[in-house]
């Protein structure tokens, strides 16, 4: 059986009294675009560290293994890995050819090998040889040193890439194209890619699996359908798109839903899942785009239902939030598709009546963190 191409196992990394990774355990298989994704100070970039070699794990801090062999001794060059920093790290000093040679010059590669190589890790990431091989680092705009830097890696014919926050410094509209590519290389060259984002849309765009980080920790690991789609708990809800919140206790059960009662005197039904009984308190999300909103005669039979006054209506190009508030519970979003304001403008107003409808199996019922 083929051993994955990453492993962690109880990895833990202190500085000082503080744990940066605390006893995280995954696997990355062998192709697989995996990102670890979370806020500043969570854990993720100490734990790509870790992998390349830049840190060690504790004395007890569990093993790093690349391709089954055990690497927490290992120096980065013996890793078979290679890196995409934030910044690029290209040398000013040198021409594009130049800085893209410098790893294999460093691993003796045999001079009349290089050329066609670097040739090659150049039209990988469209860029024309003849035209940008002889350029400085200074000539280039962002996107250029981009994947002038991913070229510099991607010559090394690394088994795994690690990826830094490649794409922050450059525009938004790049930064979608170059989602996608990195997105097609993985798949055209079967490296496995471990990127480290702060950035939900590059994780969910890009990714074949996620692992949310918070606090040191994993917080939940899955695929971007899973995560998003089964959050396990209100910080993964929070951090992966948006979501209403609401809290309740069972009261009953009716055929496949729990009856819950919720603040302010509102029910709704939930799906009746192990571990739930009467009388325990919940804590459910619902995504805005899972909701819809009537007129208070209008709510389909069937429905969960919270009635409301229209607070705010926002525009967003592609959809449409109507906030409404509601007695006892925070105000909820609901999103809606954006049908052309100018020809088809939404009926709702400010100060409207409104009522909140969603369906009991969409809400995601969340476990306490």
């Not at 010059?105 to 940008?132: K, M, N």
């Not at 091989?133 to 994947?147: E, K, N, V």
């Not at 009953?252 to 039904?269: L, P, S, T």
Request: with cysteine; glycine share 8%; proline share 7%.
């Amino acid at each position: 059986m083929t051993s994955p191409a990453v492993e962690f196992h109880r990895v833990s990394k202190s500085f000082g009294a503080t744990k940066a990774v605390d006893s995280i355990s995954f696997n990355i298989e062998r192709g697989e675009f995996f990102s670890i994704l979370g806020p500043s100070g969570c854990g993720k970039t100490t734990t790509l560290r870790l992998l390349a070699g830049f840190e060690t794990p504790d004395p007890d801090g569990g093993e790093v293994r690349i391709l089954g062999e055990v690497v927490n001794d290992k120096r980065p060059y013996e890793r078979q890995i290679a890196m995409v920093f934030q910044n690029y790290a290209l040398f000013p000093h040198l021409s594009v050819e130049r800085n893209i040679a410098f790893g294999l010059e460093q691993r003796r590669t045999p001079r009349s090998e290089i050329a066609g190589r670097v040739a090659r890790a150049l039209d990988l990431v469209r860029l024309s040889p003849q035209t940008f091989a002889r350029r400085s680092p200074t000539q280039l705009s962002g996107g250029q040193r981009q994947r002038v830097a991913l070229a510099r890696a991607l010559v090394l014919d690394p088994a795994i890439l690690l990826l830094d926050e490649p794409l922050g410094a450059i525009d938004l509209q790049l930064r979608k194209e170059m989602q996608l590519e990195l997105k097609a290389l993985n798949k055209q060259l079967g490296t496995t890619f471990l990127y480290v984002t702060h950035d939900q849309e590059e994780a969910l765009t890009m990714s074949d699996r996620i692992a949310v980080m918070s606090h040191a920790r994993i917080a939940q690991l899955g695929t971007p359908a899973e995560i998003y789609e089964n959050p396990r708990t209100a910080f993964v809800a929070k951090f992966i798109g948006e979501s209403n919140f609401l809290d309740g206790r069972i009261t009953d059960r009716a055929d496949a839903w729990w009856e819950v009662e919720g603040r302010g005197g509102i029910r709704f039904r939930i799906p009746v899942l192990n571990g739930l009984a009467p009388g325990q308190d919940v804590h459910i999300a619902v995504r805005p785009e899972w909701l819809d909103v009537f007129r208070p005669d209008a709510v389909p039979a069937g429905e969960n239902a919270i009635p409301g006054t229209v607070r705010d209506v926002v525009y967003l190009g592609e959809t449409m939030h109507v906030v409404v508030s509601a007695p006892s519970t925070p105000d909820i979003t609901v999103a809606l598709r954006n049908e052309g304001q100018l020809i088809n403008p939404l009926p709702w107003r400010r100060g409207d009546p409104a009522t909140v409808a969603w369906r009991p199996e969409d809400c995601q019922i969340l476990e306490d963190e």
